[in-house]
């Protein structure tokens, strides 16, 4: 979604839902500290917007038009920023609100996925969906007090499916005991996060240390480097010449 200059501004103040899962180590797009260097005023280096982005960015309308007339649903389309009542550090932005024929009220979460993703998917109106966008999900139903949400989604341009996700408080709770740590943690007395390996890393790493050259690891694909594990380290090898 589009986030208008007010709900920027909120998102410097706080972790929004799409945050959450970088700060678990759960997302493929970004990193804890990538999160870190938003909220501490570096964002300007990393506001480009990717591929999937923009992808998205177009065909979210085209995707909520779809859901508003396959179920029925009335939408609140680019409603406010949610912010928790009990936890004021976390906001959440979802793409819309909707008021179904029986009048109940769900979140809202369009998806464009490429068709290299589609196996991350499980079946339509099942809860299988990847694990980053179930943390964001979790996170928007927590802050807007509702208790389902349904995601249309396109895949490959034209496999429209529809999935459907309830609140997990218990899953909720573990989500939101790490942001609150992570923002006293880090945020607060603005100590970086350990490095990760992530690409929001390497580059914060050499604007630090500019002119500084060593050697490094192999070269990973970006792929491969979302599949790390948390305590991957680069072997003696490959390690910086003293």
């Excluded at 990717?50 to 508003?68: D, K, M, N, V, Y």
Aim: net charge neutral; glycine share 8%; aromatic share 8%.
């Amino acid at each position: 979604m589009i986030f208008t200059e007010e709900q920027r501004a909120k998102r410097r103040n706080g972790i929004g839902g799409s945050e959450l899962a970088s700060i678990v180590g759960r997302s493929p797009y970004s990193s804890a500290l990538g999160v870190y260097l938003r909220k501490v005023g570096e964002e300007e280096h990393l506001t480009e917007e990717t591929g999937p982005q923009l992808r998205g960015r177009i065909l979210e309308p085209a995707i909520l038009s779809w859901f508003e007339e396959t179920r029925g649903a009335v939408l609140d389309r680019n409603p406010e920023s949610f912010q928790h009542p009990k936890h004021p550090i976390l906001f959440a932005s979802p793409d819309a609100i909707a008021r179904m024929p029986d009048d109940e009220r769900l979140v809202v979460e369009a998806k464009t996925v490429h068709f290299r993703q589609a196996s991350n998917w499980g079946p339509a109106g099942t809860d299988e969906i990847p694990e980053h966008y179930l943390i964001q999900v979790q996170a928007e139903l927590a802050c807007t007090g509702l208790q389902r949400a349904e995601l249309p989604v396109l895949i490959a341009g034209e496999d429209f499916r529809i999935y459907n996700v309830e609140f997990e408080p218990e899953l909720f709770g573990v989500l939101v005991q790490a942001a609150e740590k992570f923002w006293r943690d880090h945020v607060i007395p603005r100590k970086p996060p350990p490095l990760d390996g992530s690409d929001e890393g390497d580059s914060w790493l050499r604007r630090r240390f500019p002119g500084r050259r060593g050697r490094s690891c192999s070269p990973q694909t970006r792929s491969s480097r979302r599949l790390r594990n948390d305590s991957r380290r680069c072997k003696p090898s490959c390690a910086p010449p003293r």
